[in-house]
Structure formats: C-alpha cells, structure tokens
C-alpha cells in the first residue's frame, strides 16, 4: 500500500525509513481485512478530516476558516449535566446553543458533531461513586432519566428541521454521538456481573441484560420501550425519528468495553478481531439488529484511541503503555486497532469515525512533551496510512484533545511561536528513534503539523471511501501559512457562546 509521498522525517532507523518514506506494510500476522464502507448519506465521499472547535476565535469563527483548509467537521461537547441547571440547554437561552453552533459550523461547510455527554454529570444518587457505578446508577434513577429525555428531545428539536417553542431548528446534516464511554461501562457489566453493582439481570454479551429506567421514567414519547440498556438505546433511536431524521446517531465502542484495552495491553497473543467482534456483537445489538419495528437503528460507529498524548501519559503518569509502535512489531500497535475496528465495522455493518485523537506529534521542535506541546505519534500515522483506515471501515478522523495540558492545533497555550533544541527518542518505536528536528513557522501548539497536513491532504483530493474512486495522487508540500489574522462576523443566529466550564474539561476516559 503506498504511502503518501508528502511525509517527511528524520528517521535514525533505516527500518522506519523504509515504512515511512519507502511505501510498504510490515506484515506482522494482524490481518486488515479490505472493506468498503458504506458512507451515511450526506457525509463525505472521503476520509473526512474534523477537529475539536470551540464557538469562537479558535475554533468555527477563527482558526478554522482562517486556515483555508475545507475541513469536513467541527465538534463540539454537549455536556453539564442534564438536572444540573448547567448543561448545555443553559448556555444560551431557549437551548439554543447545539443549534448555533450546527449554523455557524455550516457557514464554513462543517458538518456539526455533539459529543452528548450528559449521564455522569447529572445529579443522581450515587455522587460519590466511580465513573462506571455512577453511570449505571444514573441510568436506572427514574427521575434523572425523566429529564434525560426530556434533555435528548430539546437537543432533537433544535437540530431537526421543525418549529418548538417558536424556534425553528437547523434541518442539515449533523452528527450526535451518544454517552460516549457509558456503552463500554454497560458491555464490562453485562459481561461480568462483578462490574454492574446490581444492575443486572443475567450475565451474557447481551445489553438487555442490563436494567436501565425507559418506559417507567414517564416520558411519553419513549413509552414502551423497555427499561433495559437496549431499551434506552431504542428510545434515543424513537426521538431522533420524531424530531429530527436529519440528524445522524453514533454509537461509542470503546478499545477496552471488553475488558481488554486494545489501546494500552500489550501482550501479543490478544486475538483483536474476536474482541472487535464481541464489541461489535453488544452495539449491534443495542440498536442496529433486532430494533422494534418503525424504529430506525444508528448510523454509525464511533471510537476513540486515548484522551491524551501518548508522551503526557509516559511522562506525567508514569505510564509508557499508551504508545503504539509506529513500526506494529511489539504491542500495543496500529494493525491490531485496526483488526479491532475492522471487525467492529464488519459485525455491526456500520462505517467508523475515529474521534478525539490527540494531537501531539514527534515532526516539529515544537513538540518538547512540556505543558501543551506533548508528542503522540498517531497523527502521522493516520495521515500516512489511508488506505489501512479506509479497509478498516473508517471513513472519519475528528482530531482534539480530551484533557487540559494535552497538545491542540491552535495557540492554546499563548506562547507564540516555539522552536526549542529538537531531540530524538523511541517512543512509539520497537527499534530505532525518530526526531522532531522540524521549525515551525506558525504559533499552533503541534507546530502546525495538523494545518500542514490539512493543507495536503485536501489538496490530493481527499481518500475515497465506499467504493469510489481511485487512491488521489498526493500533492507536494504545502508552505504553512502563517497565523492568520481574519475575524468573521457572526450572523445573530450564529453567535453561540462558548460554555465554560464543562468544555474546558470535557471528561476524563478511564482505560480498562
């Protein structure tokens, strides 16, 4: 599979320089099984490329536009707590925010994404319980879910097409990614009833087994559907049919919902694709197989690689496991989360958006694993590896951050300009070093690394996916722009204010 010829490193190892530069895979006996997915209608045609973007001069009404780049998506967190008077219906009045940000992403041709996560941050009775407890708690408090729904309706009326409340909503295409975590909280639990605190009512790769409050919260709309795991999941499906079928659904599958993180283990006689299919086997059944008839089923696969850059998880948290070697000799690796995908996309017959991925690299100096510049070697990976993803089944990469202190594509850290001594390291590396012995031109905190690439990669045209087309020819290298200094003018329905608190530590992923 030929690389893009666009990649350009320093690379002391002339193995890695054969990988990235010369053009071949490394057989390692992980199999990439070839896929062509099926590409939701009024998504692109291509890996479509989106970053995690604010509402404001960092985001949809600066960087992004003024980096000259068609991305195709920009996300953004709904998050706060649906009881909490907090939550995102509060950021701007009548629970207008999810429906500014969808207009003003569409001004510039984004496609709007909504992380909805609202469970773990609601009130419930179980406040001082860990992550997995608390999740499941809330989904079985009959008076949070009451307003649970009530919270997922608003969010379907002001992103449908129809007129609430004298509001008329956004109607194109946009993307809601539900809870994301809660279904590999809810798979551990059903699959060891050690992990379900009394939630459950068998034990099995089986969502219904797993109580959660639907019919008996008392929302109307979701009247009979089951008060299970499963039924919650049908009842998303119903209100998204009521309110809003423009809109797109995506389930989350995390890397450890089996409890086996893909992401982090590293023992080579994991069999990937069996516990892809496993993952695949609980989303398909939640709500894409065996759906109640006049119910529609979801989208897509959503799946997220880590919420940090590898270096801050080495160099902060003392833990050098979530490095995956770029090389996919030792483990964990690119081809065995790709075996996992793969089979993911396969069992549920949905196509794969990758999100939150960090976005350190190790290309420019820039990167010092310092506060806000950690290096992570998966950008450059994905970028170089199109084809692998597309046979995966992936047809998205949503680039962000998932925790402060990580690297972002903007001056989040307002230090300018930084070029410190490059060095070189294994990390992310079974043999060999690589350097990031590159000097940025711009203030990003990746260097620009994700502007370069950006540039490139929509210059070539964009990797087809679904069966169309041929590979596109990458272009050379594009001149990075420096810092552009344009300020959009937002319309009166494009003004959502960016919410304080709960973007700015959007949550924190536990691995398993």
Known sequence: MAMHSWKRRTILSSVIALVLLGGGRIPTG???????ASVPAGLPGHIGIGLSAHPDSTGIYGWMPNSNIPWDYAYQYLSGGVNTGSGWETWNSSG??????????????????FPYYELLQSNGSCGSCGEAQKDLSNLNNTSLMASYFQNFTLLMQRLGKGTYGGITGYGGTAVVQVEPDLSGYAEQAVLNNGSCYGYCTGQGNNPAFLKASVTSSGVADVAGYPNTYQGFNWALLHLRDLYAPNVLLAFHVSDWATGYDIGSNTDPSLNAASLGQEAGSFAAQSGMTGVPSGTSTYDLIF?????RDAAY????????????????????NFHRWESYVSAISQTTGRSVIVWQIPEGNQYFDTENNTNGHYEDNRAEYFFSHMSELAQSGIIGLLFGAGNGG????????????TNPSSFCTSDGLSSGQVCNNH???VSDDDGGYLRMEGQQYYAAGGYPVGGSGATPTATASATLSPTATRTPTAGPTATATRPPVPTATPRAKHKH
Do not use: C, E, H
């Open 406 to 417: 990580s690297t972002v594509n903007n001056d989040g850290m307002g230090d300018g300009t």
């Open 303 to 307: 799946n997220d690689v880590a919420d």
């Open 313 to 332: 998880y080495k160099y902060v948290f003392n833990n050098p496991s979530v490095w995956w070697d770029r090389l996919n000799v030792t483990y964990p």
């Open 96 to 113: 207008q925010f999810a429906l500014y940000y969808a207009q003003g992403s569409a001004s510039d041709n984004y496609i709007p994404v």
């Open 30 to 36: 992980q199999t990439v099984r070839v896929y062509a």
């Open 439 to 441: 000097t940025s031109a």
